[in-house]
């Protein structure tokens, strides 16, 4: 059997058609987009269509479009530029519990230089309340990040009503919508928001590539110094092929939405009723229907994820434990510790992320694994044979 991916989370592979779309930007249509020539002409066309398409996808100006390397460097550039533009107003910021790492170090960083952050709490389903942003707001506070969806539990955030929440205060905000692009209609204007971050490789187009949406009329700090790219804000010189990407990429993934919405729900609710039904001691985290379409994360009582992980890594099977910037660490997910999980559950969790080449088979084949791994898993689980008070012989 081919190994089957089920970490769309972390990343998808190129859609074919994104690549065909990018090809000649890779040798014919060579030009810097900056240069005056015919053949930075030509780059610069591609360029500003693309800007363009993904412009009118979330209902905005093309000049609100900033091009970056990925999340991250947006998540980084909100932060950062935000707290540089606006000290002189105030220097407290909220953000979440929940968010990425690309958020939380960047905020760890700020609080370095004297930036003050209050960190919202979710409930124990993984959603954070307007009524949770409003409490932490304060007189000096210029900055309200809350991610439009969970990169680990899936669940999708009430912006629209933090948005109402901070319009009420005068106060900016932020959404890392990363995890939704390409998965859930985004419309700026219709949720209010001032700033938004994208990554093309989260919805089938290529890595290296993401944007920031500026809201016209807001200040940020400029991100990188250099040449005139990007209204000076983000000098370097322009990966038009990437470009090329995420638009396209971003312009299928929208055509395709309801569509492939219909089907990865459809697989991962399988999934869901397969483990829950299939395996004892286990726990869905996250709120049940306000979840991204792909994501169903669980808790497996009494063994490691790490375990789980490797086990199916040897039948074919490619998950995530907790998130893939925080594994590698020993640390429990402080996304799973922020709703309430105890740490020794946290400690055996696991994320399956579906994608649109994923087949009913794979899941049924997952499901089957899932079942036979934890069962050998807690077999040799001197926490489980204890479980019951009697110390049964492993
Ligand atoms: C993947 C991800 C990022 C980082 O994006 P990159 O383009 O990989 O740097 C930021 N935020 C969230 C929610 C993500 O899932």
Known sequence: MKPIYFDHAATTPLDKRVLETMMPYFTDIFGNAN????????????????????????????????????????????????????????????????????????????EKKGFEVSYASPTTDGIITPEEIESLIRPDTILIGCMFANNEIGTIQPIKEIVEVAKKHKILTFTDAVQAAGVIKLDVKELGVDFMSFSAHKFYGPKGIGALYVKNGVKIATMMTGGHQERTKRGGTTNVPAVIGFAKAFELANEELEENAKYVTMLRDRFIDGILKEVPFVRLNGHRTKRLPANADFSFEYIEGESILFSLDLAGIAVSSGSACSSGSLDPSHVL?????????????????????????????????????????????PLFNAKDGEIKNV
């Open 35 to 110: 240069s005056q020539h015919m053949f930075g002409r030509e780059a610069i066309k591609g360029v500003d269509t693309a800007r363009d398409t993904i412009a009118k996808l979330i209902n905005c100006k093309p000049s609100e479009i900033y091009f970056t390397s990925g999340g991250t460097e947006a998540d980084n550039w909100v932060l950062k530029g935000v707290a540089d533009a606006y000290k002189e107003k105030g220097k407290h910021i909220i953000i979440t519990k929940i968010e990425h790492a690309a958020m939380l170090e960047t905020a760890r960083a700020l």
């Open 337 to 381: 510790l922020a709703i309430g999980v105890p740490v020794e559950i946290a400690h055996g969790s696991i994320r399956f992320t579906f994608g649109k080449h994923n087949t009913i088979e794979e899941v049924d084949y997952a499901i089957k694994s899932v079942k036979e791994i934890v069962e050998r898993l807690r077999a040799l689980s």
